[in-house]
């Protein structure tokens, strides 16, 4: 059910915009809203409760927790990889995501690096612009911020995977979504801080930082170099 409402919202925006390559942004006026909305659930609630948090958890344990939530998404990433034809980088993530999840305790421990299963990150959007599919109209989702119609398949296989995707009670779901959102928060804040000192239009800076950063994960980092982007 969780997964069809996301999806509904990935077609309703679909419908809503057609992006072209001279204005990847067709749903800009809903997006600055929904950017502003975000900035400010930021510095309300999320902001400081990732401040407390960080204060209180432990780096070690900060960096566990990290790991539990990003383990399945090596399942993805080799996924993604044998998509691309890349069979080496789809069974090394193959192999963490097996490693971790068994001698690394449902991914709470990384010792799929010491042994030498090195880490890809590649996800579903960046396979289907490997096979041509364009980036689509920009959209920033609530909470979960930039994205885009192609890259909002991320969004979904991402969720898919995660641990409280797969458990059925309420309040187990929302404390291990709220542990998610809090401990990845937390990595952020200086990220965040340098952004607040940008005196230029923020929506504009993180949009077109996102377009680049998304398109040259799709080339991997062979993006011929753009004049207007700096």
Known sequence: MRVANMMHLMT?????????AGNPDPLEQVNRKT??????????????????YQKVV???????????YANPRDLLSAISSFLQGRQIDGASDL?????????????L???????????????????????????GAYIVWPIFGP???R??????????????ALVSDNSLYYSLTALQITNARSDQLTTSEILDD???????FVRDAYLRYRESLVHNGNLPADPDFE
């Not at 309703?12 to 072209?20: F, M, P, Q």
């Not at 502003?36 to 930021?42: P, S, T, Y």
């Not at 780096?59 to 539990?68: D, H, P």
Request: charged share 15%.
């Open 12 to 20: 309703l925006a679909a419908l809503s915009g057609c992006a072209t």
């Open 35 to 52: 950017f502003a909305f975000n900035q400010k659930l930021d510095d309300v609630v999320l902001k400081p409760v990732a401040k407390g």
């Open 58 to 68: 432990p780096g070690s344990v900060r960096q566990s927790v990290r790991n539990f």
């Open 95 to 107: 192999m963490r995501f097996a490693t971790n999840s068994t001698i690394g305790v449902l991914g």
């Open 109 to 135: 421990f990384d010792v799929a690096t010491p042994l030498g299963f090195e880490k890809h990150n590649e996800d579903i959007g960046q396979a289907l612009g490997y096979w041509g599919m364009g980036s």
């Open 147 to 149: 994205s885009s119609l």
């Open 151 to 164: 890259d909002t398949t991320t969004l979904v296989s991402n969720f898919v995977v995660t641990p409280q």
């Open 198 to 204: 940008i005196s230029i239009d923020q929506y504009l």
